[in-house]
């Protein structure tokens, strides 16, 4: 018996055994890596928090987006994803990028019960709704949060947005349904009060669709009148009562009765966020009354 032949039947390794063994190896190997992985994006992680504190955003999530794709699949990495997102949105206004970063966390069924869930759905919204104005997506977005039963508020805000969209879309009978169910559905909310003020801004704007301010347009002009009225009369304390005045003062004069009018945008010169507009306003009633008295 040769020696090699010797060292083999001293210690056999049946082919099952084998390939046993050699799983067992992978195995190790794998795992080594996985928690190289794990320590590298841990690292990264820190790395990126201290960048973040010194003010160096840009840094910061590169380190974070290191971070994601050494634990794509961790609580690091995702966490670290979200931190990205955040820092894109307020501090560098890469909000395209943002929104991919917050869609890949959301839809990531290992956040389902991270404390950052809830937060990256509503960025997911601000950005659609006030960042990108990709408004037919908001809508899609919003009526699916609606569906997670948000908080009373929240709820009212959402609906709020929804109704905003639409009337960016000039899609006004679908903004003043949004509107209006505000103040049926949470009438509590500190968004009943944005929202009666939409409904007035609403059919004031969709009066302006009819330049003649005759027929349809007067009708509308008049509930647009009859909304701010309402509006005034439930909060007359609000911030909002002079532009509600001067809603109705927009109205008037687009109806033609310009007396009514100027003494409307004169009752609030004092008061109205932008006084010039108001001088403005005035100056042009007074050129259009001269020009008919000629």
Known sequence: ?????????????????????????????????????????????????????????????????????????????????????????????????????????????????????????????????????????????????????????EAAEFTVRIGKSHFFRAEFDDALKAFREISKAHPKSSWAERAAFEVGVTLYTRGEQHPSGHGQAHETYQEAIDAYEAFIQKYPKSTLVPEAKFGMASCLEEMDQLDAAYNNYEAIKSTYPSPKVVQIRLARIRERKLQRSR
């Open 1 to 153: 018996m040769t020696q090699v032949q010797h060292q083999q039947t001293k210690h056999p390794l049946s082919k099952g055994r084998y390939y046993r063994a050699r799983s067992v190896l992978s195995l190790c190997l794998a795992l080594g890596v996985i928690g190289c992985s794990a320590n590298g994006a841990k690292s990264h992680y820190i790395l990126g928090e201290k960048l973040w504190n010194d003010g160096k955003y840009a840094a910061a999530v590169s380190e974070f987006e290191r971070a994601t794709v050494q634990d794509t699949r961790g609580k690091i990495g995702q966490q670290a994803l979200f931190r990205a997102a955040f820092t894109q949105v307020f501090f560098l206004s890469h909000y395209s990028e943002a929104l991919r970063k917050l869609q890949l966390f959301v839809g990531n069924p290992i956040n389902s019960d991270n404390p950052n869930y809830w937060e990256a759905q509503k960025l997911i919204g601000e950005i659609l709704f006030s960042k990108l104005e990709q408004y037919d997506q908001a809508i899609q977005h919003y009526q699916a949060l609606l569906a997670k039963k948000p908080t009373e508020d």
